[in-house]
């Protein structure tokens, strides 16, 4: 039962992983992104992780998919559809990846027979202590990036300048 | 399964972002697959914390941190992106030239 769950889970979100990086429109690519998301969510529930899966669907399916999707549509061009989508160095960049998973490879190799030694059990409670006490630091600081994050982009995408608007 | 599984699909998963960030023309696609590198990052935390730190869950919320920041830095990019376009008319990579005009 666990291999069919992992085996199924890692061919969807292969899959749709390559469908990201090779499809011609990227409006397609952009809803394979979604797919790709929601199979890496489903890898942290097998995982047992329950808190990450749904902050996984909150965060990246719901939020930064539908972003680019957004995105997407307001700076696509109908020319977009028949231009050519990758540049024309593509065999370096599989040689370069190819090169690099032999150095993955050899890294992972000797965890091969590392079994799991526990069962999962639900996290949220045991998440939440650890922000509060030893992570209460990194927690503020996101806060201050994410605040930062939401002027620039209001900063960036209001178009035009502020003088231009002014009444 | 074992924890070599996991790593695999998350390397596999890493190397596909690193071909479409080297590979794509198109701005939008390239931040697509920086996305799936981020998560083929949050999937070796999570997996090293369950197999190898199963007592404590730093891993995980350290994922929920990388959560955090790739989700500004995906907002914060395709503002970007969007004023690009909106000035240079483009949004293929070869086509930004340009530091001011």
């Known amino acids: 039962m666990e291999q069919i769950v992992f085996y199924s889970l890692s061919a969807v979100t292969l899959i749709a992983a390559l469908g990201v990086v090779t499809m011609r429109n990227v409006l397609h690519s952009a809803l394979m992104l979604g797919v790709a998301l929601m199979g890496v969510a489903g890898l942290f529930a097998a995982l047992g992780a329950d808190f990450l899966f749904a902050g996984q669907i909150v965060i990246y399916v719901t939020g930064v998919a539908v972003l680019v999707l957004f995105v997407v549509m307001l700076a696509g061009r109908e020319s977009d559809l028949h231009a050519r989508q990758t540049n024309e160095k593509w065999p370096l960049a599989v040689a370069i990846c190819a090169v690099i998973f032999f150095g993955f490879w050899r890294c992972i190799a000797p965890y091969a027979g590392t079994p799991t030694r526990t069962q999962p059990e639900p996290s949220t409670r045991a998440i939440g202590k650890l922000l509060l006490s030893d992570y209460a630091l990194p927690f503020e600081l996101i806060s201050l990036i994410l605040i930062a994050a939401m002027i620039g982009a209001i900063l960036f995408s209001r178009g035009g300048s502020a003088a231009e608007d002014a009444p | ?101």
């Open chain 2, 1 to 101: 399964m074992s924890l070599s599984h996991y790593l695999v699909v998350s390397a596999a998963l890493f190397l596909i972002g690193l071909f479409g960030a080297l590979t794509r023309r198109n701005t939008i696609g390239i931040l697509m697959s920086i996305e799936l590198i981020f998560n083929a990052a949050n999937l070796n935390l999570v997996a090293f914390n369950r197999y190898l730190h199963f007592d404590a869950l730093h891993g995980n919320v350290i994922t929920l941190f990388v959560m955090g920041i790739a989700a500004a830095e995906a907002v914060v990019g395709l503002a970007l992106l969007m004023a690009i376009y909106r000035n240079l008319n483009t949004i293929y990579a070869e086509d930004f030239n340009l530091l001011k005009g």
